[in-house]
Structure formats: C-alpha cells, structure tokens
C-alpha cells in the first residue's frame, strides 16, 4: 500500500514545487523537486521488495532530505560563522544517527 501511496504523492509535490503558482518568474526547476526524486524511487524499491537494504537506502534518502531542510532553516538570516557552525552541527548528527 505504501508504494502507492508514493505514487500518488510524489508527482503533485513535484508540481507544485515546479511550478509556482504565486510568482511570475519563470519556471527554473526547483531543488526540493530534485531532493523528492531519490525518495522517490528508494521508497517504491523499498516498498516494493520489502528488503532490508533497500529500507537503509529508504531511510537515509529521507534523512538527507530533512537534513538538508533543517540546515538551510539553520542558515536563513546568520552570520557565516554561524551557518558554519550550523552546518556542522547538522552533519555531525547525521552521521551519529547513521552510526
């Protein structure tokens, strides 16, 4: 059930991050589509086989994304200093949760 439900999110989140509805820029390819697109295909292979491996790849695909989010949340409005610090920070946590 879950692989469908990816199927079913994943291209309308891929829209609307595409296409911006409230400006009249031209459209550019935003990066959240291009960071939806691994989870994308290691969800549905997950999902798919149900095999152990494929979960990690599953799961870190997912923490890399949230990673990346938090980090640039981190980063809006700070000094370099602390966007460093910032960014090291966020690596430091992934690799402890990997590990």
Aim: charged content about 15%; proline content about 7%.
């Amino acid at each position: 059930m879950q692989k469908h439900d990816n199927l079913l999110f994943s291209p309308p989140a891929t829209y609307l991050t595409h296409h911006p509805h409230h400006t009249p820029k031209p459209r550019v390819l935003n990066p959240l589509a291009l960071d939806l697109f691994p989870i994308d295909i290691t969800s549905t292979l997950y999902h798919a086989t149900l095999r152990l491996s494929l979960q990690f790849g599953d799961d870190l695909s997912m923490l890399l994304l949230g990673d990346c989010l938090v980090q640039t949340l981190y980063n809006r409005r700070q000094t370099r200093a602390t966007a460093r610090l910032a960014t090291a920070l966020t690596a430091v946590s992934s690799l402890v949760f990997l590990f």
